[in-house]
């Protein structure tokens, strides 16, 4: 069954609760006055800890063999303990006395965020639901506390753009969205190497890929058709005018200078 713990001060305020009108009237005005100014000290920024401290919610502690969930009609989760109770509150999840998820749930379902954990305690990701459906942002980490990555959903589909960073805190990859089309950048050392889309020229749709050097300048762009089962690559200036195009079976040698310039962007 659940552990239920729960942090306030609950006997303090029944005590304040319990005071009379007769005893008020012996309240002095300098302690009243005094009262006064100490609460005109504690603005929003110095809000003593334990007022904090009574505002902390339920939290019950489960082990992984103490609940389970079931598939409702629309393919939702719904949380249920062993004892068919259903579960409404926030839970911390354990497996062997380590805690590997925290649960908030409303009715049955996840509502709010739903937070993993590495075995060091650092979180592993954050993401964000709705009656058990993903709808928010959702955030990934390093085992360091690092940020990994930072995307959305909406109710239950992920939106298009994230963004993935390196352990250092920088960019590595960017997924945007501009006048509909999807672009996926990569970055290297906080400089962008490359980019790919997809671009119709003269009625044909390519797969495009840009490349920078550190100053951001294109250095090539090249396209493929059919998702690259058509073994044939495009080469454009920076205006998307055909410059050339071979085919990598019939031209190794083509191919294989092709494929050593490409080598130094990955």
């Not at 005071?19 to 920024?45: A, M, P, Q, R």
């Amino acid at each position: 069954m659940a552990n239920s713990t729960w942090e306030n001060t609950a006997g303090k305020k029944e005590s304040i609760n319990n005071l009379n009108f007769e005893s008020l009237k012996t309240i002095d005005l300098k302690v009243v006055l005094s009262i006064v100014g100490c609460i005109s000290l504690f603005s929003c920024n110095h809000i003593p800890e334990a007022i904090l401290a009574a505002n902390t919610e339920r939290v019950d502690t489960l082990d992984v063999t103490e609940y389970t969930f079931v598939i409702d009609k629309k393919n939702r989760r719904g949380y249920v303990t062993t004892d068919r109770e259903v579960m409404d509150g926030t839970y911390v999840i354990t497996r062997e006395g380590e805690v590997i998820e925290q649960l908030n749930i409303t009715g049955g379902f996840l509502n709010g965020e739903l937070i993993r954990y590495y075995e060091n305690g650092q979180p592993e990701a954050i993401e964000t639901y709705k009656t058990s459906v993903q709808h928010g942002p959702t955030t990934s980490f390093y085992r360091n506390g690092a940020i990994r990555s930072e995307s959305s959903f909406d109710n239950g589909v992920e939106n298009p753009e994230s963004v993935s960073y390196h352990e250092d805190g920088s960019v590595s990859h960017r997924v945007v969205v501009t006048d509909g089309v999807r672009y996926e950048h990569e970055y290297r050392n906080g400089n962008r190497i490359s980019s790919m889309f997809e671009k119709e020229i003269d009625g044909k749709t390519f797969q495009i890929m840009m490349m920078y050097d550190d100053f951001g300048t294109v250095q090539l762009i090249m396209g493929t058709r059919g998702n690259g089962e058509i073994p044939e690559v495009y080469i454009f200036d920076n205006e998307f005018n055909e410059v050339e195009h071979f085919n990598m079976q019939d031209d190794p040698l083509r191919a294989q200078e092709f494929l050593a310039f490409m080598q130094q962007y990955f």
